[in-house]
């Protein structure tokens, strides 16, 4: 009962502020933009969220990393390799989850 009361007080504050807008001067138009751009930056914000959240999804379940780096954004990028990949790549995984590249002891060349 409380998101339904929640979702209604939210309307009737929406209500509200479109008649103080066109009550006061503002444009259809500038109303119509005022919401769109409301709605795309909502969007922008879940879709980044999504995109982090599908990242560390695959890096969790790859449970392997070959790089981060920072874009132009500052944001990290993960950039996930495959088992397989650093088997062909000549490493070797230890009881411990760490990749050594066969013939090193520390893993480094």
Do not use: H
């Not at 599908?54 to 392997?64: C, D, G, I, P, R």
């Not at 920072?70 to 230890?94: C, H, P, Q």
Request: proline share 1%.
């Amino acid at each position: 009962m409380m998101n339904e009361e929640y979702k209604d007080y939210s309307l009737r504050q929406l209500e509200t502020w479109v008649y103080d807008c066109l009550s006061n001067d503002a444009s259809p138009l500038e109303i119509y933009n005022t919401i769109i751009n409301c709605i795309e930056d909502d969007l922008k914000v879940y879709k980044k969220s999504v995109k982090k959240c599908e990242e560390l999804l695959s890096y969790l379940k790859n449970n392997n990393i070959d790089y981060v780096k920072l874009n132009s954004d500052d944001e990290v990028r993960f950039s996930v390799i495959k088992y397989d990949d650093m088997i062909a790549s000549g490493y070797t995984m230890t009881a411990d989850g760490f990749w050594i590249k066969e013939g090193t002891k520390s893993g480094t060349k």
